[in-house]
């Protein structure tokens, strides 16, 4: 079985178990969208979400963090992890925007990536969500679901990434992405199946005895 053939089979299982797929992170707008993506490194959605339930009903624009600075911030988030790091990036981040960018979060990856505290990975999430581009956002369970099911050798994120554009049509990238995250926290856990119980990984590698070690995002 190739690569091309796996990707197809993989894509049954995943659209009869999660035919419509919720985006995890709240937020009211782009902005918001952007300030839960950073957030959300290194630390759980449903954290993030509990915090920002509390912050984005009254500070949702780039102008209520700027005029807020790092030190309120940090008190706004602290239950968040690296909250000082993540605190000035969203201080600096939110004087850029209004600098640079009349206060909207620019639609490029290039001007994304320009911005404090944002990667690759959280530039594709808003690219995604926020926008509707078509993307491939991985993480660290579509980085280990990707290796586990044999689609990518996981040399790095960025070949995972490459890969996974390369074997599923743009179309099914955005929901895709999602839908492998899921099925990962679910069913692909990063300590359980390793590579041998649960369906996917089964359907995929009848065979395989020994379990699966991953390269880490």
Known sequence: MNNKEQAKIILRPLNKIYP??????????????????????????????????????????????????????????????????????????????????????????EELEELPGVGHKSASVVMSQGFGFPAFAVDTHVHRLAQRWGLTNGKNVVKTEEDLKRLFPKKYWNKLHLQIIYYGREYCKARECYGLSCKICTTCYPKRKKPLITKKA
């Open 20 to 109: 419509k797929v919720p985006i995890p992170l709240n937020y009211k707008n782009t902005f918001t969208l952007l300030i839960s993506v950073l957030l959300s490194a290194q630390c759980t959605d449903v954290n993030v979400n509990n915090v920002t339930k509390n912050i984005f009903p009254k500070y949702n624009q780039p102008r209520h963090f700027a005029k807020l600075g790092r030190k309120k911030i940090e008190k706004l988030i602290n239950k968040i992890g690296i909250f000082r790091v993540k605190a000035k990036s969203i201080y600096y981040l939110s004087k850029i925007l209004i600098e640079k960018h009349k206060g909207k979060v620019p639609q490029s990856y």
